[in-house]
């Protein structure tokens, strides 16, 4: 019987999303590229810790510290829905320097690791503090899911950096034969974990809008006017029941930036833009309701996609379960 290690499966397992990302029609995320690499590490890990492979373990740390970069890109891109610069090439820092230390090994290279993934976990974990409670390319209505896997992204990144120190110790201490071992089972949860989490934030974002010819976005209307303007859109437009509507395509749409528009829901109402959008949607699920609908069919024709989205916010705005309140309004 064939007996594949562990981190060859994982390998493959990521081959395969970062390719199905990539043959989705769509642009390409850099959540694609990041499971790429994932795929990539893993591959060498293989060949390094179960085949002795010498090339594969000076191209280890080179990819290592890719790794970090990238999910610092993705986060830029797909999170934060801001487009990649000159400046973003710096980032290549990282893996040029691991590449300029591995022929000479050493210390420095051991410690470089770690510190550069504490480094961008402290930097994605900051971007998350200052994001705001709603992300432009998030799906509205997603509640804080997406802060919590950008987050859980920024804790394994740390907690591979602990991991390469507990390797460090290990190897201090006398105890190198236990290092594959160590490798093996950490870089494999932690590769994991990392993908995992950034596939699942993919699934929370929405596809970028398509470029339009806009005037250029002025801020200068005050919260109340810009919230008349947003009520008027959504009640016209109807716009709540696209289940990708983002905060992005609403600041498009009203001509003012992604920031400004938060930022007058939140004064405006003490509330964020996806309870917002949300309220309008359970609104309209209990007009469907009331006139004898299914609880499903309500719910996926105001533009929610989850039972469980549906619920919480039902509950949250009704106070009753979407059964309940059908028993007590529906009509004769």
């Known amino acids: 019987m064939i007996a594949l290690p562990l981190p060859l499966v994982l390998s493959l397992i990521f081959g395969f999303l970062a390719l199905r990302l990539a043959l989705r029609g769509r642009p390409v995320p850099m959540i694609a590229g990041l499971l790429a690499l994932l795929s990539l590490q893993a591959f060498l890990n293989t060949l390094a810790l179960h085949y002795g492979h010498s090339a594969a373990r000076l191209a280890q740390p080179i990819t290592a510290m890719a790794i970090p970069a990238l999910a610092w890109l993705a986060w830029k891109t797909d999170g934060l829905a801001r487009p990649l610069t000159l400046r973003d090439a710096l980032h290549a820092i ?48 997603q509640g804080g899911n997406a802060h919590l896997l950008w987050g859980g992204i920024a804790v394994a990144l740390a907690l591979s950096a602990l991991s390469d120190f507990g390797i460090a110790l290990a190897m201090a201490a006398g105890q190198a034969a236990r290092v594959p071992l160590i490798v093996d089972v950490a870089t494999t949860a932690l590769l994991l974990g990392i993908g995992t989490l950034a596939l699942a934030a993919e699934r929370l974002t929405a596809p970028p809008e398509e470029a339009e010819a806009t005037p250029a976005p002025a801020a200068t209307e005050d919260d ?22 983002t905060l992005s395509q609403l600041a498009r749409r009203l001509q003012v930036p992604a920031k400004r528009l938060s930022t007058a ?65 529906r009509q004769a």
């Open 265 to 329: 829901v939140n004064r405006a109402t003490g509330d964020n833009i996806s309870r917002l959008v949300n309220g309008y949607r359970i609104r309209a699920a209990c007009d469907a309701l009331a006139k004898g609908t299914t609880a499903t069919e309500a719910m996926l024709d105001a533009g929610i996609l989850t039972k469980s989205n549906f619920n919480r916010e039902f509950r949250r705005i009704t106070g009753q379960t979407p059964t309940e309140w059908q028993a007590a309004h």
């Open 224 to 245: 109340h006017a810009l919230m008349a303007r947003l009520h008027d859109l959504l009640e016209t437009r109807r716009l709540w029941r696209d289940p990708d509507l």
């Open 94 to 141: 990282g893996p040029l320097t691991a590449l300029a230390l591995r022929w000479q090994g050493g210390l420095l290279l051991e410690l470089l690791v770690p510190l550069t993934y504490a480094a961008y976990a402290s930097a994605i974990a900051l971007a998350l503090h200052r994001s705001g409670p709603d992300l432009p390319r998030t799906r509205l209505g």
